[in-house]
């Protein structure tokens, strides 16, 4: 009793650090399970969803009587993805013959409001759309889903588009499970023949390298797990993915896999999910791909690079086939089946997808708005729905606008060139280029190029001048003769007008339309520097503004952004607003979070900026923007103003039609010159551009205070209509000369473009 | 093979669009279809052009400077001002505003849509943007009812 008691004794004695250990081991085990459990169950449901934020372009509005190219529409349509049918009866085709066009739309979830899938005819002729029918009954108002122009990503870069498991065709996920994990639904995250088969191969190249991992093992292995090939590793790997398989039910974990399994890169941007992939290779939503395309994507999971189809398309044919084989072994599809699309190319889009970075510049402008407000974490991963006011048709016509003409003026390619589109009365961002390489996301001079803007800032002091209409109209004389100051620290500016020449007595209005430096610069200085920086900060000029002297002529350093958020004021009629690019941003769930909303304030005299507008329509008709109607139809009124700086380093024009305010900047990034003037460089960017995407001819709207009267050209005097040298000039009221000339009016059948607009007669 | 035969359909199609492109220029319904054969931008540097002042008549015979409103885009958005206008009732003013500016996109000459916005801020109570876009409409009013309201809330 004793001695077995004692035995017992020496034997628990001789046993306990084995049983220590043992429980040590097992303890570390646990706490190793509760940790990696935790980590699963606190990030799994946040991982399956994190989204960067998605960036639309505003939506097509269409209608009848919109104004709309059918090329135009054709380009909106394949920026969507639609796919070209004979006849469209699922969402997202388009048949098209001509004008004529059959679009079954794809529907989208606007900020509050559901935009339906429908079937629509749609006819456009002359440049407008003629005809819009749902149903065989007429249509009011239909929007286009809107084209999504980039995403703010996460560092790493990762892009999805989310995608239910029961909205993918079912071949596709069945084909998958075929392919890279045929027990998915009976396992419990792990195979044991699938470890075998691995394990024997590893001891047999003596390292590991094969993976013979589950479906569930690929996920945790992307979701947690770097990826390096260990033995720890591999085992955390096993682990995690038997707590998965305990956590979730298989639905949610297949699920989570389609939507991350990497399907390759696109610069800084890498592929995952099945959904985007269908986007990136096939420009097809993913509910409508082909058998041949459905395999190739499950192919290409086993080596997204090995088998991409644009690099390799031999082997990437030959992988879609060992699929297409195998979900015809399992069942999945039939022999006939595999057999039809083994037969099939490759089905890829031309052109890779049009997503991030084609339009670098526009975005930018959208992240720096956005970063004021948003953090940048937030927007990577919460899946913000942002919708812009980027318009893809005017961008084209930009990008294309800018290459056409500098190509032509210098083959070298030393130039570059920037410029803004506007849509004035909201002061929205439509276009924006920011370099000669449009899709370089690289410097961006529309908003960082710091110029100077010469005659592009003379509009500004002629509108303080003309808020004194007491003392300033648009005939008041001017002396435009030469002029010295000299500065405080002793130095003498004398500027010179372009052509070197003294111009003597000219009108107000002329030396704006003509661009007289020497007239401006002393209609500057009598108004005072500080009058015309107070008519700069109220058209919304912030950041230093020089106050010299040869400011008057465009001393300073602005941004093309800086000359459109000022060109914007004078074209809205005297109200500064804030330049616009995002209209809402929309949560993952689709609560409308945040509306930007429309506000401006009165700055200037509306009465002012309507005769500055005067002056500005007589540069483009009669002065140094006249090479504008080489494009533009005579008929079509647009006002603008050319600027040139020194040597010609800068080229310059801004200017609006009825809709839309352009500015453009061509110059070289060493600041050398250019041999440009204004009208000999940007002009012909901007003019390229208005010719093809304004819509609007500027309409002639009178203010209430307004009045016009015949002046005698060369004094300014009153004089009738009909004399030598008269020319009807509008005034506010009151303001008009008093000095006649004394001729009487007197028939005339003559008009020009400003009696033109009125017309009548008058 | 496929390849063949969808080029030849796009040319031929290329081709229908040209005709249909040359056929709406002729009838000049479009100002800004411009003629294929447009002059080459070459520009006589206006700058140092003789600068004696000649009042270039533009020879211009019909002007149709102020495009006329497209004749359905009221049809377009008026469902858009109707539902304007009930969510403004309700009090609903960001949804009001929403829609308004929509229509505003569609027609941004319309001194009607401006009518409704100048209310809708109004009803609000924002002020400064009543004043401001009673007074832009008034450039734009039609008719002496729209234009006297406008410039009732214009002040």
Redesign the interface.
């Known amino acids: 009793m004793k001695a077995s008691l004692v035995h017992s004794h020496a034997m628990t004695r001789t046993q306990r650090p084995f049983i220590k250990l043992f429980i040590a081991g097992l303890l570390a085990f646990a706490v190793v399970m509760i940790y990696l459990d935790a980590r699963i169950t606190s990030t799994f449901s946040e991982k399956r969803w994190e989204l960067p934020a998605k960036v639309y372009a505003r939506p097509l509005e269409l209608f009848v009587g919109a104004r709309l190219d059918a090329d135009d529409l054709a380009y909106e349509l394949s920026l969507l993805g639609y796919r070209k049918v004979r006849q469209a009866t699922q969402p997202g085709q388009v048949g098209r013959a001509v004008g004529r066009f059959d679009i079954y739309t794809q529907g989208f979830d606007f900020p509050g409001e559901r935009e339906p899938a429908r079937r629509i005819k749609l006819s456009i002729s002359g440049g407008k759309v003629a005809g819009l029918q749902s149903g065989g009954s007429g249509l009011d108002l239909l929007r286009l889903d809107p084209v999504q122009i980039g995403g703010i990503y996460p560092s790493h870069g990762e892009d999805r588009v989310l995608v239910r498991l029961k909205d993918l065709p079912e071949t596709l996920w069945r084909g998958l499970l075929a392919t890279e994990d045929q027990n998915f639904f009976s396992h419990w995250g792990f195979s044991i023949t699938g470890i075998a088969r691995a394990a024997f191969s590893n001891v047999r190249s003596g390292q590991v390298v094969a993976g013979g991992s589950t479906i569930t093992q690929q996920l945790v292995k992307n979701y947690y797990l770097t990826p390096e090939r260990t033995i720890v590793r591999k085992l955390t790997e096993l682990l995690m993915a038997m707590l998965l398989e305990l956590h979730y039910d298989k639905e949610e974990i297949l699920e989570s896999y389609v939507n991350e399994i990497y399907l390759g890169q696109q610069g800084p941007r890498a592929i995952h999910g099945f959904a985007l992939a269908a986007r990136h290779y096939f420009n097809t939503p993913v509910e409508q791909l082909g058998l041949h395309q459905q395999a190739l994507l499950v192919g290409m999971i086993k080596g997204p690079s090995l088998y991409n189809p644009r690099r390799n398309p031999e082997r990437a044919i030959q992988r879609r086939n060992v699929v297409l084989d195998l979900m015809a072994e399992q069942g999945v599809i039939s022999a006939e089946h595999a057999t039809i699309a083994r037969a099939m190319p490759l089905g890829l889009n031309a052109a890779p997808s049009s997503v991030r970075d084609t339009f670098p510049a526009f975005l930018d402008l959208v992240r720096r708005q956005l970063r004021e407000e948003y953090r940048q974490e937030d927007l990577a991963t919460l899946g913000l729905n942002i919708f812009t006011s980027f318009d893809p048709l005017l961008q084209r016509q930009l990008e294309n606008s800018t290459s056409t003409v500098l190509d032509s003026l210098d083959a070298g390619g030393e130039l570059e060139s920037a410029s803004v589109v506007t849509r004035f009365d909201t002061g929205e961002v439509a276009a924006l280029v920011g370099g000669r390489r449009v899709s370089y996301a690289g410097f961006n001079r529309a908003l960082d190029a710091r110029r100077p803007a010469g005659s592009l800032l003379k509009p500004a002091i002629y509108l303080a001048a003309l808020e004194q209409p007491e003392r300033y109209t648009l005939a008041t004389p001017l002396s435009d003769t030469k002029v010295e100051v000299t500065g405080a620290n002793g130095q003498v500016w004398e500027p010179r007008n372009f052509d070197r020449k003294e111009h003597g007595q000219v009108i107000l209005h002329t030396a704006l339309a003509k661009s007289y430096n020497l007239a401006t610069a002393r209609l500057g200085m009598n108004l005072g520097i500080d009058t015309v920086v107070d008519m700069l900060r109220r058209l919304g000029i912030r950041g230093p503004i020089p106050e010299v002297p040869a400011l008057t002529l465009g001393a300073g350093e602005y941004s093309p952004v800086a000359m459109a958020v000022m060109y914007q004021a004078i074209a809205a009629g005297g109200y500064r607003m804030p330049l616009r690019s995002i209209r809402d941003i929309v949560d993952a769930q689709g609560e409308p979070l945040r509306r930007y909303v429309l506000a401006y304030d009165r700055t200037v005299s509306i009465q002012a900026v309507h005769l500055l507008h005067y002056a500005m329509r007589e540069v483009v008709r009669e002065g140094t923007g006249r090479g504008v109607y080489r494009y533009l139809p005579a008929q079509f009124a647009v006002a603008g103003k050319t600027g040139t700086t020194n040597d010609g380093r800068d080229s310059w024009f801004a200017g609006f039609s009825g809709d839309l305010l352009t500015v453009t900047w061509i110059g070289r990034d060493d600041n050398g010159s250019t041999g440009l003037t204004g009208s000999t460089g940007a002009l012909k960017v901007w003019a390229h551009f208005m010719a093809r995407s304004a819509q609007r001819s500027l309409g002639y709207r009178m203010p209430e205070g307004i009045e016009t009267h015949w002046i005698d050209e060369p004094t300014g005097a009153l004089t009738g209509k009909g004399c030598p040298n008269a020319r009807m000039l509008p005034f506010v009221s009151g303001s008009q000369p008093v000095t006649r000339t004394g001729c009487a009016p007197q028939e005339s059948r003559i008009k020009n473009w400003f009696q033109s607009l009125f017309g009548g007669d008058e | 093979m ?1 390849h063949v035969c969808r080029s030849t359909t796009l040319e031929k ?1 290329a081709k ?2 040209f005709a ?1 492109a040359m056929l ?1 220029l002729m ?1 000049g ?6 003629p294929g054969s ?2 080459a ?3 006589p ?4 052009a003789p ?1 004696t ?8 015979t ?6 006329a409103p ?4 009221n ?6 001002l109707q539902q304007a206008e009930q969510a403004r009732n309700k009090g609903d003013y ?2 009001a ?2 829609l308004l ?2 229509a ?3 027609d ?2 319309s001194g009607e849509v401006y009518l409704h916005l100048a209310r809708t801020y109004q009803a609000k109570g924002d002020l ?2 009543q ?2 876009t009673a ?2 409409g ?3 009013c039609n008719g002496s009812s729209e234009c006297s309201a406008l410039r009732a809330l214009s002040r």
Not at chain 2, 53 to 60: E, G
Not at chain 2, 62 to 67: A, E
């Open positions: 496929k199609l229908l669009a249909g709406s009838a319904c479009s100002i800004y279809s411009l447009e002059p931008p070459v520009e540097d206006a700058q140092s600068s002042s000649q009042p270039a008549q533009t020879p211009v019909p002007t149709s400077p102020d495009v497209d004749p359905n885009a049809n377009a958005y008026g469902a858009l960001e949804r505003l929403t500016e929509r505003q996109r569609i941004p000459d400064t943007m004043h401001a007074e832009r008034l450039l734009y």
